[in-house]
């Protein structure tokens, strides 16, 4: 799944850090959850479109490209949201519980410290953690390190899925043959 991410992986951000991101991102598969959650929302999207717009047989007045367009938008600000706050999260989070920390880029940081850390008797190697783990949470929350690298590439994957989904359910549908564009399929 790396591979899939390689803006976020080639960042100097990752470099300077990489244990830390590899454990969140590989470890932890934050690349794995964030390609899934694209493709599940573009296919429930593409599925509401296509089924619930485009296969009504006497009213085609949702099945043209402007809604598909606003679907096309709407399956990218979910994931592009759902990837910067419940993937990467908050760190001013109270509750420990919330889908903002739970499951975040923050708290699998401070974990990992504890675990590295923990029966360290080198204070200097736990400096360094602790410090690292300071720096990644202060630029996470000054918008820097991976946070919209990571945002911005499962948005991509989530526009993309949603596009082949497209070309994928066109074809069982009574007005939306041709949405986004005639082909593969011929308009009736």
Aim: glycine fraction near 6%.
């Amino acid at each position: 799944m790396d591979k899939l991410f390689f803006f976020v992986t080639n960042s100097q951000a990752w470099k300077d850090t990489r244990e830390f991101h590899e454990n969140f991102f590989v470890t932890h598969n934050a690349f794995m959850y964030g390609v899934l959650t694209a493709i599940i929302v573009a296919l429930v999207l593409a599925l509401v479109f296509y089924f619930g717009c485009c296969n009504k047989r006497n009213d085609d007045s949702m099945a043209n490209t402007g809604v598909w367009a606003g679907f096309l938008l709407v399956t990218g600000l979910l994931v592009f949201l759902t990837a910067n706050f419940a993937f990467i999260g908050k760190s001013n989070v109270a509750d420990s519980q919330s889908i903002f920390y739970k499951h975040s880029f923050y708290k699998a940081n401070t974990e990992f410290v504890i675990e590295k850390t923990r029966d360290n008797q080198n204070q200097q190697q736990v400096d360094e953690y602790t410090t690292a783990r300071q720096k990644i949470e202060t630029d996470l929350n000054n918008g820097k390190d991976v946070r919209y690298s990571y945002s911005l590439g499962c948005t991509v994957y989530s526009l993309l899925f949603f596009y082949i989904f497209s070309l994928l359910f066109k074809g069982f549908t009574y007005q939306g043959i041709a949405i986004p564009h005639p082909w593969p399929h011929k308009s009736k």
